[in-house]
Each structure stands twice: as structure tokens, then as C-alpha cells.
């Protein structure tokens, strides 16, 4: 009897192992136990340069899962690019994005959240609603995946100096006041910068502001009434026209600063299972 009781016990320890595994593997189904890092955000996060414009190589998501990666003692990763170029907090909680694309993603280890360069023209009163609808957006992120690391970012260099610490005093009271980390990229793509001012952004310029000449030059460039130039490969016949390096968006090599520091912010803290 005392044996068939054992038995029995240790058929269900066994089912409930079993029960347990596999539902740790349906939540992390999607992509076979990888660690799980959402870069939610709008075009600084997304990259807003058409496909056919882009160079051949690895965006931002990918680059971040090649460099931890690279660590050699880090556990598998992939990186999940949510950004959407013109997005703030209110459009995409009220326009159902959040609700589609981010509440029931499985498995999520670490969220990265940047915005804040949208907000600020989109929304009324900025310093009074911007905290609110940062602090909503992070209840909606708690609730839907408790066991998520949430980290805040603050914005790159896009706009003045100025405009950007307002921004980020913003980005830093929300998460002091949430309890949750900070990463300040904004030091370093502001170092890379120094090293040449327009190297991190490229050339968006008006169609009709580029001389009829060169229009033959630029038709591989051209998207709608646009040119999208990645780097520079341009500047030295059209650098002069008024405005040509205006944009701030990043290109592939701005892309990579934020790729870079991000794994060097994240990697320790991976190995610490913070």
C-alpha cells in the first residue's frame, strides 16, 4: 500500500514537472526560449527610411542580438523592433497599436521604451500630460507582462539641446518616481556626434529643392517626392544646397551607437539577472 502510495505521488510530481515545462515553453514558444528584448518606440526606434533606400545590413534590432551575441556568455537572444515613426504615448494606446502589437507578445525578459520627441509637439500641456501618459502606458506594460524587466530611455540628440533636457527631465521623474531603471543614451550618441555632426543622420530633402540637373543623380534616392540619402555619398555635390543635412534622423551608423550602448548597458546586467 505504502509503495502504491509512493508511486503514485511520484506519477504526479512527474505530471506536475510536466505541466510546468510545458506551459514555460508555450509562453516563450514563438521563439524557442530566446531571451525576449522589446525596443518599443517611434522612427528613432523603427529606422523610417523605405526598404529599398536601405543599405544591405543588420538594423538595429538585429545588430543589438549580434553584439550580446558576441559576449560569448550570454544566453541566446532576440530583439523585437516595435517602433513607429511619428508615435507618442496617446496614439499608440488609443489607436488599438498597444492592444495589437504589444499586450500579448509572449515571453518578454526586457522592454526598452523611448518616447518622448513625438509627445512633445503632438500633445497639449506636454509638461503636465506627458508624465500621466508615460505613467499609463507603464501600468498597461506591468499588467501584460509582469515578468518584464521595463526600462526607460532617454531620447537621442534629434532636437536642441534645449528641448531635449526637457524631454529627458521628464523621461528621468517618471522613472524615478515608477522605480524603474534608466538608460541615458543620450550622452553617447551626443560623443559621436563631436566626431562629425552630421555622420549619424541622413539626408531627407525635397524633390523640388534639388537642382533639375541632378535629378538623374538622385532618382535611385528618390522615395515620393523625396530624396533619402543614408550617409553621405552625396554631400560633396549636393552638402551645399540650404537645409540638405536638416534631417536628424539616425542612419545605419546612428542606429549602431544606440545598438552598441545598449548591448554594453544591458549585457552586465544580464549576467547579474537583474
Request: aromatic fraction near 8%; proline fraction near 6%.
Amino acid at each position: 500500500m505504502l509503495h502504491t502510495t509512493t508511486s503514485r505521488r511520484a506519477a504526479l510530481a512527474a505530471a506536475m514537472l510536466l505541466v510546468f515545462v510545458s506551459s514555460a515553453d508555450t509562453a516563450r514558444a514563438e521563439h524557442e526560449g530566446k531571451t525576449q528584448i522589446l525596443l518599443l518606440g517611434d522612427s528613432t526606434t523603427e529606422g523610417s527610411i523605405p526598404r529599398k533606400i536601405k543599405p544591405d545590413g543588420p538594423h538595429l534590432e538585429r545588430v543589438l542580438e549580434l553584439l550580446l551575441a558576441a559576449e560569448g556568455d550570454l544566453p541566446a537572444c532576440h530583439a523585437i523592433n516595435s517602433g513607429v515613426s511619428g508615435e507618442y504615448i496617446r496614439r499608440l494606446i488609443d489607436s488599438g497599436r498597444y492592444a495589437r502589437d504589444v499586450e500579448k507578445l509572449p515571453g518578454l525578459d526586457w522592454i526598452f521604451v523611448r518616447y518622448g520627441l513625438n509627445d512633445r509637439s503632438r500633445i497639449k500641456n506636454f509638461d503636465e500630460q506627458f508624465e500621466v501618459d508615460f505613467h499609463e502606458l507603464i501600468a498597461l506594460l506591468r499588467k501584460d507582462h509582469p515578468e518584464a524587466k521595463i526600462v526607460l530611455m532617454t531620447v537621442i540628440p534629434f532636437a536642441n539641446p534645449e528641448v531635449s533636457e526637457q524631454i529627458n527631465e521628464h523621461v528621468r521623474n517618471v522613472a524615478e518616481k515608477e522605480q524603474l531603471p534608466l538608460f541615458d543614451i543620450y550622452p553617447r550618441y551626443a560623443a559621436e556626434l563631436e566626431k562629425g555632426y552630421n555622420v549619424l543622420n541622413y539626408r531627407r530633402y525635397s524633390l523640388s529643392r534639388v537642382p533639375e540637373k541632378f535629378h538623374p543623380l538622385v532618382k535611385p534616392f528618390v522615395s515620393g517626392d523625396s530624396v533619402l540619402v543614408m550617409s553621405n555619398e552625396l554631400d560633396a555635390i549636393l552638402g551645399h544646397l540650404p537645409g540638405w543635412t536638416g534631417d536628424r534622423h539616425p542612419n545605419l551608423a546612428g542606429y549602431n551607437v544606440i545598438a552598441d550602448e545598449t548591448a554594453k548597458w544591458l549585457a552586465p546586467r544580464m549576467r547579474k539577472k537583474e
